[in-house]
């Protein structure tokens, strides 16, 4: 079963850490980098995988809040906690807002549909968009890369192919759970103080 599961990690992991930055996804970009470090991807193709996902999810949302702003997916998002509070800071400094956007876990979602109902224009938002993407990418795959070397020297050199996947995989899933109750915790806070 195992090894399987190590194949299909081969085969499609940077899909699936392309997809997984396409969203919120620093589980993603870690887990890229986590198995860059075991050599099951080579560290340049996460590092791309997670820039690419990440610029096509923020420029897909400010899409869809410049092209579809009445559309009633776009018109529930508007509603989740904190929008008010983005599009107040992206009309204010837009720059700074697009560059650290994806930084405020479950905000990032909000943040490009706020981007794309503002006055801020298509080439400006990508240029910055394609900036953070980079920086974003590579901050997190790296902590993949600096964890799995971390790790290796914890748990020896010993380790069979199989643990080590294992391993890589009840990291992501801890990074998940962790940021999702962060998420949890941030909206409840948010509801409070909007309610």
Known sequence: MTDLVHRLVEHYGLIAVFLGCVAEG??????????SHQHIFVLWHA????AIGAFVGDTF?????????????????????GFRRAYRLLNTHPNIFVLSNRYIYGMRLIG?????????????????????????????VTI????????????GQTLARHERLLIGLSIGLS?????????????KKERAREG
């Open 47 to 50: 590092l791309a995988a997670a």
């Open 175 to 187: 990074v998940a759970v962790i940021a999702w109750l962060i998420a949890r915790h941030i909206a």
């Open 26 to 35: 620093e589980s993603a970009a870690i887990l890229g980098g986590f198995f």
């Open 144 to 155: 993949g890369y600096v964890f799995g070397l971390g790790a290796e020297s914890i748990i």
């Open 112 to 140: 490009g549909v706020a981007a794309g109902l503002s006055r801020i224009t298509m080439p400006r938002f990508i240029i910055l968009n394609a900036i953070s993407s980079m920086v974003w990418a590579a901050l997190f």
């Open 61 to 81: 949302f400010f899409i869809l809040g410049r092209s579809f702003a009445d559309h009633r997916y776009v018109t529930r998002l508007r509603r989740r906690p």
